[in-house]
């Protein structure tokens, strides 16, 4: 199988500084022949923040479910709680992973990482952020191992002691999908699937849009309205409900939008 990523993205390229419209189409979608259930493995071997080593070759004796993520991408904020709870219940068989990679959204405060020390210094104040109790990996400068798999900024894969990918979700929000796949590993059983649950998974991302923005600076803010507008207004509107769970804020901001614009086509029917 041929792993190499296509011209656009090299390491260059996916070291961008700026999100673009592009980069959201990008991560919309699964190229035909991305890894996915049944594929091996690419060659990787990454250091981890405890000093150990993720490699392809020395997984060690239990599955992997290994999720991509970055301190500035939303989805990444929604999927770690679940993330804690399904390590909790089932981090006894199931080796978890996360790889840290470029940053979603970088802005002037958290900005794309330049060197591997940098990446390295990002990795840590991920794991700091969200105090995770798993396993942090750290994929070099130019995403080498990111790259590979077609870069998603949240998707997951279930992977057998063999090195074969058994299941993917497109987003590691997806807990449903997800517990099924790990309840199925975790009593002996051979999974093959994936989740392509898309709305759902941005919904309840959208309510942490906010923080990241905080976070990584204000012209993340900018580029975001700028290449999803859509999106932009959802995580504006998620504002107005900060009593909410995070994960909420988003679904309840969408039933706004939904009952103005219905409102809107009344006025516009009645007039």
């Known amino acids: 199988m041929d792993l190499r990523p296509p011209p ?17 189409i990008d991560d919309m979608t699964f190229g035909r022949n991305a890894l996915g259930p049944g594929s091996p493995l690419p060659e990787f071997d990454l250091p981890t923040l405890d000093g150990g080593r993720f490699a392809s ?3 060690g004796r239990r599955p992997v479910l290994m999720v991509f993520g970055s301190r500035t991408c939303p989805v990444t904020e929604s999927a770690v709680p679940v993330l804690k709870r399904l390590h909790a219940r089932f981090g006894e068989r199931v080796r978890f992973v996360l790889v840290n990679t470029r940053e979603a959204h970088p802005g002037q405060t958290i900005g794309q990482p330049a060197t591997a020390a940098e990446k390295h210094r990002h990795a840590q104040r991920l794991r700091h952020h969200h105090d995770l109790p798993f396993e942090v990996a750290v994929d070099d400068i130019d995403g080498t191992l990111h790259r590979a798999f077609t870069p ?5 894969y279930l992977i057998d002691t063999g090195g074969t990918i058994r299941f993917r979700s497109h987003w590691a929000n997806d807990e449903p999908a997800l517990r099924r796949a790990l309840e199925q590993t975790a009593s002996g059983n051979t999974v093959h699937g994936r989740s392509r649950a898309m709305v759902g998974p941005l919904l309840r991302a959208v309510g942490h849009l906010p923080g990241v923005v905080a976070a990584a600076g204000s012209r993340t803010g900018h580029d975001v309205w700028r290449a999803a507008p859509p999106l932009a ?8 409900f900060t009593r909410l769970p995070a994960d909420r804020r988003g679904p309840a901001a969408a039933a706004v939008l939904l009952v103005c614009a219905a409102a809107a086509g009344l006025l ?3 007039s």
């Open 8 to 24: 656009r993205h090299t390491g260059s390229h996916y070291r961008f500084e700026r999100f673009r419209t592009r980069l959201l």
């Open 57 to 59: 070759r020395a997984l």
């Open 152 to 156: 998603k900024p949240n998707s997951a």
């Open 233 to 240: 207004v959802l995580g504006a509107l998620s504002r107005l």
């Open 268 to 270: 516009a029917f009645l």
